[in-house]
């Protein structure tokens, strides 16, 4: 499954440092999302970005910041994170337009696994 | 605010067998969309099947079919002929229908399924 890649997959950073997450979809979709797994929880929705504007953010600490530039791309920038922000980060995309069949769907990527130590 | 309650913390059935993993969800809405999304050891998440609320007709994809019962708001999963590469995580998931189009999932927490050969 390549229509959703992340990268890196792996990424161990210090709680100073600051570090990006990228996630680019092939699908030709117009909408992505940010989603967090972690060990005890369910999978928790970040933001979401419909045709390049953020239209949700769930709560999400200021130390994470999206972006989005293109409806191809969407980065989390990290800064100044915590021990307990270590997940699994999972970047997805769907297609907005179009009927119910086309858009409500959701492609995944693999993941980026995040370890702050 | 929608939830979604997966009851089983854990399923083991037997290769060439058939397992249900349930799945119940709280919901306001008329309109909204279900999902089944399967997450191996490689941690890609993958869809498995999709449900329309407005549909009566139980989703079916090829050894996946779905139960889904709109007043008692269940959505079970059942896999026929199990095989060992079934053997994942399996995450409910809900997505609002009346929203403007990109709307995020809520998932459950999970089953992990255990094919025994």
């Known amino acids: 499954e390549t229509g959703v890649t992340q990268t890196p997959r792996h990424l161990v950073m210090g709680m100073t440092n600051k570090k990006s997450l990228k996630c680019e979809q092939h699908?030709?979709?117009?909408?992505m999302y940010w989603y967090k797994q972690s060990a005890k929880k369910p999978l928790e929705l970040m933001f979401v970005y419909n045709f390049k504007e953020q239209t949700e953010n769930n709560s999400v600490p200021s130390r994470f910041s999206p972006e989005c530039p293109n409806s191809s791309h969407l980065f989390l920038h990290l800064h100044t994170l915590q021990p307990e922000d270590s997940a699994l980060y999972l970047c997805?995309?769907?297609?907005?337009?179009?009927?119910?069949?086309?858009?409500?769907?959701?492609?995944f990527g693999p993941g980026t696994r995040l370890t702050v130590l | 605010a929608q939830t979604v309650t997966q009851s089983q913390p854990e399923m083991s059935v037997q290769e060439a067998e058939t397992v249900t993993l349930s799945c119940t969800y709280d919901t306001s809405e008329s309109d909204y969309y279900l999902f089944w999304y399967k997450q191996p050891p490689s941690r890609q998440m993958i869809l498995v099947i999709r449900?329309?609320?407005?549909?009566?007709q139980n989703a079916t994809e090829n050894r996946f079919s779905v139960n889904f019962q709109k007043a008692a708001k269940s959505f079970s999963l059942k896999i026929s002929d199990s095989q060992l590469g079934d053997a994942a995580m399996y995450f409910c998931a809900y997505r609002s229908g009346t929203g403007g189009g990109a709307d995020g999932l809520t998932f459950g927490k999970g089953t992990h399924l255990i094919i025994q050969p």
């Open positions: 449900q329309e609320a407005y549909k009566q």
């Open positions: 699908l030709g979709h117009n909408a």
């Open positions: 997805a995309s769907s297609q907005v337009a179009g009927g119910p069949g086309v858009r409500d769907t959701q492609y």
